[in-house]
């Protein structure tokens, strides 16, 4: 997807505003993948990990940090739709949701990586 490359371009970027630009195109390449999924779970699953390292970002305004955060959890939301079968793939939506203040909806997708996990995988 396209708003990992503005991703990287965040990571690369020397001044505040250049980074604050780079967030803004890759919310913009996000809203663009969310509403036109390609049926690519582990591209939806990479796109909401990103968007998760990125909503970390204490530089970024916190309006831009919530709005990246709310980005993650519909790309995990896409992931986990696409490939409803795959622990990873919850576990780290039940993550996502946690960091966004959704501990009931966490706790269930937590529980669902877990159902769906083989016996030696920790999914704590």
């Known amino acids: 997807a396209a708003a990992l490359q503005w991703r990287q371009v965040m ?21 663009a993948w969310i509403r036109s999924p390609a049926d690519n779970p582990d591209a939806s699953f990479e ?12 530089d970024l305004p916190a309006p831009q940090r919530i709005a990246i955060a709310q980005r993650a959890e519909l790309c995990s939301r896409l992931a986990v739709q696409q490939a409803p079968s795959d622990y990873e793939f919850w576990l780290w939506f039940s993550r996502i949701l946690q960091v966004n203040g959704n501990p009931l909806s966490a706790r269930f997708a937590a529980g669902r990586a877990d159902d769906l996990s083989p016996p030696d995988a920790d999914t704590r």
């Open 11 to 31: 990571d690369s970027a020397t001044s505040p505003a250049l980074r604050t630009e780079a967030a803004e195109a890759m919310l913009a390449e996000t809203d």
């Open 47 to 58: 796109l909401g990990i990103a968007l998760l390292k990125s909503a970390a970002e204490k």
